[in-house]
Structures are given as structure tokens and as C-alpha cells.
Nanobody, 116 residues
Framework: QVQLVESGGGLVQAGGSLRLTCSAS????????VGWFLQAPGKPHGVVAIISADETTWYKDSVKGRFTISRDDAKNMVYLQMDALTLEDTGTYFC??????????WGQGTQVTVSS
């Protein structure tokens, strides 16, 4: 029933930009804090950015000033604008509510590959 679909990834050169989109089934994002997670090659999953229900945001130090997370509750969507991409941003990006109630729900992710 719960469905999360990430899109917008691709192959870009260092310094380039991408805009990721996370689409959710129904209104599952309502009143939920939503995060973008990165599974980078050889590394465990880690949170990159979080946006709360009231649109307060948090970013991993390495992406501050480069990434912007936003949400559109009317569309049940969360976005991640990524600018000035670096090789370390490479990996598969997932978006999901961060509450424990959603811990077993993951989308397919969207692949971001940054090349030099």
C-alpha cells in the first residue's frame, strides 16, 4: 500500500546539478518528517537532508550550501535540489518518512553518478 518512488537521478559531471523528486502514495507525508538518504559505494546508508512537517530543514555538513530540500504536501512530493555536485555525492538516493513506523518501506531509489 505504501509506495515511494524516487526519480531525477542521472550521470553528471562534477560541478553540475540535479533535482531529485520523491513521490509518495496517498498523503503519507502529511505531518511526517521526510528525509533523503544516500547509499554511496562502499558505505552504509546515511541521511543527507531532512525536512519537517513545518518545513524546518537539516542537512549533512558536507552538502550544506549545495543541496536544498523542499516539499509540496498538496502533491505528496519531496524534492532535493543538488548543486555543485562532487564525486562524493555519487550513490543511490532514497526518500522516506524518517519515523520508525516507516522503517520497512523503501522505494527503488534513484542513481546519481558524478564523474570528473
Amino acid at each position: 500500500q505504501v509506495q515511494l518512488v524516487e526519480s531525477g537521478g542521472g550521470l553528471v559531471q562534477a560541478g553540475g546539478s540535479l533535482r531529485l523528486t520523491c513521490s509518495a502514495s496517498g498523503d503519507i507525508f502529511r505531518n511526517e518528517n521526510v528525509g533523503w538518504f544516500l547509499q554511496a559505494p562502499g558505505k552504509p546508508h546515511g541521511v543527507v537532508a531532512i525536512i519537517s512537517a513545518d518545513e524546518t530543514t537539516w542537512y549533512k555538513d558536507s552538502v550544506k550550501g549545495r543541496f536544498t530540500i523542499s516539499r509540496d504536501d498538496a502533491k505528496n512530493m519531496v524534492y532535493l535540489q543538488m548543486d555543485a555536485l562532487t564525486l562524493e555525492d555519487t550513490g543511490t538516493y532514497f526518500c522516506k518518512p524518517i519515523s520508525v513506523e516507516f522503517r520497512n518501506y523503501w522505494g527503488q531509489g534513484t542513481q546519481v553518478t558524478v564523474s570528473s
